[in-house]
């Protein structure tokens, strides 16, 4: 299955002036990528096996399931969230990029690409409206990040 959207960053009346900057987004963007508690509903704890200037790999513990993701980036561009199939899950990609249609108007745009067999071809709306709230969570995480400048 592939499905994207886009959902606005940058709500002008919600902001703080200056502090919707496209590298304060790209550095909460990375914040999510490093510090993935409080993007992650029901995760219990996390660990990065492998870190350099492109990349990273973790374990997200979610207590019944563990799950093993790869991270990469190029900054500034986008960011891709890539889960290594298990037993547990089929594996996925989603891919985040940071957009800027007009002068600081940002958008991050939301790709997915899952494996579904033909049993879980019947879930895909539910799939896709889960996705799309917690992107809009997400969202909303980075803005109150970058409100408050804790990033």
């Not at 029901?42 to 200037?53: D, F, K, M, P």
Request: negative net charge.
């Amino acid at each position: 299955m592939e499905f994207e959207h886009r959902i606005q960053v940058t709500l002008l009346e919600q902001t703080l002036p200056g502090s919707f900057k496209k590298e304060n987004i790209w550095a909460a963007l990375m914040h999510r990528a490093h510090s993935p508690k409080p993007f992650l509903p029901g995760l219990e704890n996390y660990s990065i096996r492998t870190l350099n200037q492109e990349m990273l790999e973790r374990t997200l513990d979610f207590g019944s399931a563990q799950i093993e993701d790869t991270v990469q980036w190029v900054e500034l561009e986008w960011v891709r969230f890539t889960i290594k199939p298990s037993e547990q899950q089929a594996g996925g990609i989603l891919t985040i990029r940071l957009e800027e249609p007009t002068s600081g108007d940002f958008f991050l745009h939301f790709h997915y690409t899952l494996p579904l067999s033909q049993e879980d071809e019947a879930f895909a709306g539910y799939l896709k409206s889960a996705y799309v709230q917690t992107d809009t969570d997400t969202v909303n995480i980075i803005q109150k990040l970058l409100n408050t400048l804790a990033i």
